[in-house]
C-alpha cells in the first residue's frame, strides 16, 4: 500500500495531464537557459493581486502554483478588458483558466510500522521527475529526479535538501543522493545561483549555502573525485555571494557581502526583489501597513532575505525581538551564514587540492582563515560565552542565545575554548525536553521558543560531537528522537517542526498550517537512529 494520499488532484496529476495535452508546449530544463522564466506577479499582475488580496485560495502558495491554461498575457488581457463588467466573477475567471494544484499532500502510514520502516517507503512516494514541464508552469524542469518535503512543499527546496539526503543515504539510496547533487550543480550552472526552490518566484534569491556538505556527502560515497567534479559549480555559488565585494567601502554593505569598519568582509541574507513575496503576497502587505514610517520595499525585502536565511521567520531578525514589521535581516550578520561560507571556502580549497591547484588552494584557504578571525572577533560574545549575530548598522552584536551559535562547531572554526562555553551556554539556556530550542524567546513566530526543527538538532550533535561533548550531542539527539516518536505513535506522521516542551506534539506558530510529509525530519530521524539506536527514541519492538 502507497503511503501517502492526495485529499485532491495533486501537482504531479496536474502537470502530466497538462503534458499529455500539450506536448508540444512544453519546455525541458535543457531549454533554461535560453528562457526567462516570469513568475505570475510579472505575467498577470492586477489579475495576481486581486486574487490574493481577496484570499480566494486560503493558502497564498495555491495560486502562485496553479498552472495557467492558456497564454498569460492573453489571461491578463482577458482580465483587463472584463474584471469592471457587471456579474464579473473572479473566482469563476480562475477557474476557466487556471489548473488548481491541488490540496496539500498527506502521509497515511502503515498503523504499527517502525518508524524507520515508515520513512523508507515515504522516500519513492516524495520523489518527483520533472524534465519538462508546461509552459506557463511556476515550476523549474530539472535533469534528474529529486525528493521534495511534502504538504505544500511540492517543489525541491534548497538547505531542505540535504537533510533529506543525509536520510537517502542512510535508507541506501545513494543513486538519488548523486540525482540531486547533480539538480543543484544544474541549478547553479543555469540561473548562477541555486534558488530557494525551484519555482520561478524564487529566483530571486538562495538559501543556507549548503551545496559544499552536498559535494562533500557525494565524496564519502564515491571517493575525492567528487570534489573535482563539482569545483566549478562551488566557485561558482561562492561568487553569487560574494558578488559586489571589490566596489564596496568599509562600513557599506551590497547584496550578500557586508565590509566592516576594519575592512572585514562577512555576508548577510539578501533577495534582488524589493516586493512582496508573490506565494506569501497578502501576509507581506499587511506586514508593511504595520510600519507605516518604514519604506515598504525596505520592509519586503527584509521580509525575502528572512526567506532566504531558512528561518522565516524569527527574533533573530527583528528590531525589538516581537513584531515582525520591525524585521531589519539585511541589517544583520548570521552566524550560520558565515560559518556556512567559511566550510564553502574550505572545501573550495580542499576541491583545488584534488585537481593539483595550488594557488586556488592557497587562495580559498586564506579567504577562509581571514573569515575565521572576522568570526571570532565580530560574532563571539566574550561575555556572554557563545556565538551571536552582529548588526553591522548599529555596530553592536545581537545579544540573543539561538540554535545558530552552534554553527561554528558544526563547521569546525570553533577554537576548544569557544566550543566548551558554548556547549555550557547552551547546555544552561536551550536545552529542552523534546531536544534543542530554536531561541529563548515565545513571539508566536515559527522559527522561536517552542519549536524546534530537525536540521538545527542535527547541527548540534554534530557540532557538539566533533568537540568531544558527546554526552549533550547524545541528550539532544535522543530527546529529539522521543520528541519524533511520541507524535508518530499519537498521529502515525512525521512533521515539520515540534514543540519541544514534552507533550509530544507538532509545533505552531508561522504563516501556515504544520505540514507533515516531511523530507528534512525523515532524513535527521534515520540518522539519530543510526547514531544513537532505536531504544534511544523510546521505541518498543514493533513501534
Not at 530544463?29 to 481577496?54: G, I, N
Not at 522561536?448 to 541528550?475: F, I
Request: hydrophobic share 35%; with cysteine.
Amino acid at each position: 500500500m502507497r503511503p501517502l494520499y492526495f485529499t485532491s488532484l495533486s501537482v504531479a496529476a496536474v502537470l502530466c495531464a497538462a503534458c499529455s495535452s500539450q506536448p508540444s508546449a512544453t519546455w525541458s530544463y535543457k531549454d533554461a537557459q535560453s528562457r526567462t522564466p516570469v513568475p505570475p506577479d510579472q505575467a498577470y499582475p492586477e489579475l495576481f493581486e486581486a486574487v490574493q488580496r481577496e484570499q480566494i485560495f486560503s493558502d497564498q502558495k495555491h495560486f502562485v502554483d496553479a498552472l495557467p491554461n492558456r497564454d498569460p498575457s492573453n489571461i491578463r488581457a482577458d482580465y483587463l478588458a472584463r474584471r469592471d463588467s457587471d456579474g464579473f466573477d473572479i473566482k469563476a475567471f480562475v477557474k476557466d483558466n487556471f489548473i488548481e494544484s491541488g490540496q496539500a499532500e498527506s502521509p497515511a502510514p502503515k498503523p504499527g510500522a517502525p518508524i524507520d520502516e515508515h520513512i523508507d517507503k515515504l522516500w519513492p512516494v516524495l520523489s518527483r521527475t520533472y524534465t519538462q514541464v508546461p509552459p506557463y508552469s511556476s515550476l523549474l524542469p530539472l535533469p534528474q529526479p529529486y525528493v521534495v518535503p511534502g504538504g505544500r512543499f511540492r517543489e525541491m527546496y534548497y538547505w531542505d535538501s540535504y537533510f533529506t539526503m543525509l536520510g537517502l543515504e542512510q535508507s541506501g539510496d545513494k543513486a538519488q543522493v548523486r540525482q540531486m547533487t547533480d539538480n543543484f550543480a544544474y541549478m547553479i550552472d543555469t540561473y548562477g545561483h541555486i534558488p530557494n526552490g525551484n519555482r520561478t518566484y524564487y529566483l530571486s534569491r538562495s538559501q543556507p549555502p549548503f551545496f559544499a556538505y552536498m559535494v562533500e556527502l557525494q565524496a564519502r560515497i564515491e571517493g575525492d573525485q567528487a570534489y573535482g567534479r563539482y569545483l566549478p559549480q562551488l566557485q561558482k555559488e561562492y561568487a553569487y555571494w560574494m558578488a559586489g565585494t571589490q566596489a564596496l567601502k568599509p562600513g557599506e554593505a551590497g547584496q550578500h557581502v557586508v565590509k566592516l569598519a576594519d575592512g572585514s568582509v562577512l555576508n548577510r541574507y539578501w533577495d534582488a526583489s524589493p516586493t512582496p513575496r508573490q506565494e506569501s503576497w497578502l501576509q507581506d502587505v499587511k506586514t508593511a501597513e504595520q510600519a507605516p514610517d518604514r519604506p515598504k520595499q525596505e520592509i519586503w525585502r527584509d521580509l525575502r532575505a528572512g526567506a532566504e536565511s531558512g528561518w522565516d521567520f524569527s527574533s533573530r531578525w527583528l528590531g525589538d525581538g516581537q513584531n515582525l514589521a520591525t524585521i531589519r535581516t539585511t541589517s544583520i550578520v548570521p552566524v550560520d551564514l558565515n560559518s556556512l561560507m567559511f566550510h564553502l571556502e574550505r572545501t573550495i580549497a580542499k576541491a583545488c587540492a584534488t585537481v593539483q591547484n595550488g594557488p586556488c588552494v592557497q587562495a580559498y584557504g586564506q579567504r577562509a582563515d581571514l573569515r575565521q578571525h572576522a568570526i571570532d572577533k565580530y560574532l563571539w560574545n566574550a561575555d556572554r560565552g557563545y556565538y551571536v549575530d552582529y548588526d553591522w548598522r548599529q555596530n553592536q552584536q545581537r545579544q540573543g542565545l539561538t540554535a545558530a551559535a552552534l554553527f561554528p562547531l558544526y563547521t569546525g572554526l570553533a577554537s576548544a575554548e569557544h566550543a566548551q562555553r558554548t556547549a555550557d551556554a547552551v547546555r544552561e539556556g536551550l536545552l529542552r525536553p523534546g531536544g534543542i530550542a530554536t531561541t529563548q524567546v515565545n513571539n508566536g513566530q515559527q522559527w522561536d521558543e517552542p519549536n524546534g526543527w530537525a536540521p538545527l538538532q542535527w547541527v548540534a550533535v554534530e557540532g557538539l560531537d566533533r568537540y568531544g561533548q558527546t554526552a549533550l550531542a547524545q541528550e539532544i539527539g535522543s530527546r529529539f528522537l522521543r520528541q519524533v516518536h511520541d507524535l508518530y505513535r499519537k498521529e502515525n506522521k512525521l512533521v515539520e517542526k515540534y514543540d519541544l516542551s514534552g507533550q509530544g506534539n507538532g509545533g505552531g506558530g508561522g504563516e501556515y498550517e504544520l505540514q507533515d510529509g516531511f523530507g528534512w525530519t525523515n532524513g535527521v530521524t534515520l540518522k539519530l537512529l543510526g547514531k544513537y539506536g532505536a531504544t534511544a527514541s523510546g521505541a518498543t519492538a514493533g513501534e
